[in-house]
């Protein structure tokens, strides 16, 4: 079959999975984040742990509760990679570096899992499995209570006999469960022991030395890969267990693999899309945004497979086809489609090397990171940051017909908008100003590999990564470094918590407000049209942004 | 004031969370999921080796490879895997891509310089070698070729081994696995696999 027709096949059928599971899964998450029942495995957790799953909490109290417990949970790791020497099952590796446990920490955390160590030669299993696994579910679950509190505090008052929520967005604890409990542990065991079964490493053996065919030595290294593969794909969290991520045979094994890790990345953002029109009551709200998540996910993945497939560049045009940092049993297509995944949710996880890729297929990675993570996104933070845009494009329309603009309802004030504001500049400010100060101290520049425009590209990636909360690299740049490690790290910190209290913010100012009834000037926000308006804004706004900095980058490399 | 002991009491009741889902998603999970691989699935979960008349083991010692990891191969009678960046070669303790852009002047002279070896080595013009030939993988580790390169190899393996150039490619058909379903991924070649075959039937 000819190999383009095959990639066109490919996308079918992971479109194919994702439209028989997203509606199901969808009305699934739905009823966990607003059923007030609890299971009664969570009832005996929460007496034991002595916390109040029913009180609903004022906006403030929720954002407290996920800084509380993402701040714990980043001291932990930091003083799990800090001691792992004397831990068990840690296959004799040394502690983290202190800038390198800070930075474990926080990507962990945040939800990015960069990684500037190589897991298979410095992460012990006792770390990987007690120290990022558990990170891997949690971090992904606060991103998902999050985007239902957000959800929540829009619904509230739009249904009979409502009443209006005063600031009052849910129960962080109850969310956090649930969305662990009831979603992802299910999930992860039953992919996982399908990956397995496909080839996928679980072992807690130590490393093994093994003679090869040739008379050599070769060492099976020695992980619990697939359970840990598994929550890194479905949290859109992308840490791998070993150094080359998801290119790694024994993390991806197969053409079909890498098809389940595909679908495993995106089942949950565009699903909680799905759950918003429910929550809101009004389904078809839900299928705006979700169908502009996936007009923009298709988007970059034609183009990110016409670039791989095409090959331009001196290189792939001399090797007849770009297949450096590319594995054989996936091909340039189902690279292409994995890149598009990983970058357009706040993944991360690849299984080729992004910095060799063609110039425009690598641009075209960037340029979906820089979108915000909203194609469809990461777990719940892809939700509300398209939630956002949705507002910014309804303010605009409102400003051309001289309304005062509304979204379900809601009316946005100057108080929302100016929260919306903050939210849309504090990503691209941490990124560009992160690029600003990686180029000005010789520390930044350090660490390139690439000459020229290509390793200005590693830098903008590597900021843009973190920023973004993305987590995935132009590898070929040298981040273990004491500047780097500090830099991404405040870059990860800053870039995950302050929009995620701004939208909780705004949450708790929509549960306080009555809705406006839907009138003749009332912009409606489920039809084609804003579908298209969505589109339009979130390209022009957020895209513009960077376009200063991609023409230094990508852009000069691909007209080269 | 209030928002910092708030905060406080949250972070308390946060790592009273943090280490229940630490001993069951940190313990539990991965050792539930071990356990069931360890019975159900023992030889892919430890690693799909291979002993070197093909058969699976999950003892390394007995074990010749990885079915699943390329090896390096210095002996000119067999099949030989794509360039590695892992290392001194599918280095499974440094598993690396080459992350060379496509620009990249020392990408471009790798691969001229691997273009002029495979073709001089198999008898070929330089333009019939194919992209994986000559390009590094992504994980350095990759265990398989191209149909193409692989058919690339034959005549030499065959002339090496006694063999027939049609044996040497029923050989390669058989460690050969199409799209899956027809159009996930692309066609390759299992190199260990198709190596092993090929020492036994020299035999």
């Known amino acids: ?560 | 004031m209030n928002d910092i002991y708030a905060l406080l009491r949250h972070s308390w009741a946060g790592l009273r969370v943090l280490i229940a889902a630490t001993l069951v998603l940190g313990l539990g999970y991965p050792l539930l999921v071990t356990g069931i691989a360890q019975v159900a699935f023992p030889w892919q979960a430890n690693g799909s080796l291979v002993t070197a008349d093909g058969s699976h083991t999950t003892d390394p010692s007995e074990a010749a490879g990885s079915a699943l990891i390329g090896q390096v191969n210095d002996d000119s009678a067999l099949f030989y895997p794509r360039p590695s960046a892992a290392g001194d070669g599918y280095d499974t303790l440094s598993s690396y891509g080459s992350n060379l852009g496509p620009e990249e002047p020392a990408l471009i002279d790798a691969i001229k310089e691997r273009k002029a070896e495979v073709a001089a080595r198999e008898g070929v013009a330089a333009a019939d070698v194919p992209a994986d030939a000559v390009t590094a993988s992504g994980s350095g580790l990759d265990p398989h070729i191209s149909p193409d390169y692989a058919s690339l190899q034959v005549a030499r393996v065959a002339k090496a081994n006694g063999l027939t150039e049609a044996k040497v490619r029923e050989l390669v058909a058989d460690s050969t696995e199409g799209r899956t379903w027809g159009v996930l991924g692309d066609a390759h070649v299992n190199v260990l696999l198709l190596n092993i075959a090929v020492k036994q039937a020299a035999h």
């Open chain 1, 1 to 560: 079959m000819n190999a383009v027709v095959a990639a066109v096949l490919q996308i079918v059928v992971l479109i194919a999975a994702l439209a028989l599971t997203v509606p199901l899964l969808g009305r699934y998450l739905a009823h966990i984040y607003t059923s007030e029942k609890h299971l009664r495995a969570e009832k005996v957790a929460y007496r034991v742990l002595r916390v109040d799953p029913d009180a609903d909490q004022h906006w403030r109290s929720y954002a407290l509760a996920v800084l509380g417990f993402s701040l714990v949970g980043l001291l932990f790791l930091y003083l799990l990679a800090r001691t792992q020497q004397w831990l068990p099952l840690s296959l004799g590796f040394d502690p983290f570096p202190s800038d390198g446990a800070w930075n474990t920490a926080v990507s962990f955390v945040a939800n990015t899992n960069w990684q500037w160590y190589s897991g298979e030669v410095a992460a012990g299993n006792l770390l990987q499995m007690a120290g990022l696994t558990v990170q891997n579910f949690v971090s992904a679950a606060v991103g998902m209570a999050v985007a239902a509190a957000f959800a929540r505090g829009l619904a509230r008052g739009r249904g009979q006999g409502d009443r209006q929520g005063r600031g009052r967005v849910g129960n962080f604890w109850a969310d956090l469960v649930r969305g662990v409990v009831r979603v992802q542990l299910p999930i992860s065991v039953v992919s996982a022991l399908v990956l397995i079964a496909s080839g996928t490493m679980q072992t807690l053996r130590s490393h093994q030395t093994i003679s090869t065919l040739g008379g050599g030595e070769q060492t099976v290294t020695s992980a619990a890969a697939a359970s840990q593969e598994v929550i890194k794909e479905l949290g859109t969290n992308g840490g791998g267990i070993f150094n080359v991520n998801s290119a790694h045979p024994w993390e991806n094994p197969t053409p079909f693999t890498n098809m389940l890790e595909i679908f495993l990345i995106l089942i949950i953002p565009f699903a909680m899309a799905w759950a918003f029109g429910l929550i809101v009551r009004d389904r078809r709200q839900g299928g705006a945004i979700l169908a502009t998540m996936a007009v923009l996910l298709l988007g970059g993945t034609a183009l990110l497979t016409w670039a791989e497939l095409a090959g331009p560049g001196t290189a792939p045009q001399l090797a007849g086809g770009a297949m450096e940092g590319k594995e054989t049993r996936f091909g340039e297509a189902a690279s292409a489609l994995f890149a598009a995944a990983t970058t357009g949710t706040s993944t991360g996880a690849v299984n080729a090397m992004h910095d060799s890729l063609t110039a425009p297929g690598g641009g075209i990675t960037l340029f979906m990171m820089m979108l915000g993570e909203v194609a469809p996104g990461g777990v719940g933070s892809g939700l509300y940051g398209m939630l956002m845009l949705a507002i910014v494009t309804v303010f605009l329309c409102g400003l051309m017909v001289g309304r005062t603009p509304e979204y379900l309802g809601k009316k946005i004030g100057r108080h929302e908008i100016s929260l919306v504001a903050v939210y849309i500049l504090v990503t691209p400010i941490l990124v560009l100003v992160g690029a600003a100060v990686a180029v000005s101290f010789p520390a930044g520049p350090e660490g390139i590999l690439n000459s020229g425009a290509h390793g200005f590209s590693e830098m903008l990636y590597a900021v843009t990564s973190a920023a973004n909360n993305n987590g995935s690299a132009f590898g070929g740049l040298t981040s273990g470094t004491p500047f780097w490690n500090t830099l991404l790290g405040v870059l990860m910190l800053f870039g995950r918590f302050v929009p995620l209290v701004v939208v909780l913010a705004l949450a708790g100012r929509f549960a306080s407000t009555r809705p406006l009834p839907v009138g003749a000037g009332t912009l409606p926000t489920h039809r084609p049209l804003f579908v298209a308006l969505l589109t339009g804004v979130t390209l022009v706004v957020v895209g513009l942004t960077y376009v200063p900095a991609l023409a230094l980058g990508p852009i000069v490399e691909s007209l080269s």
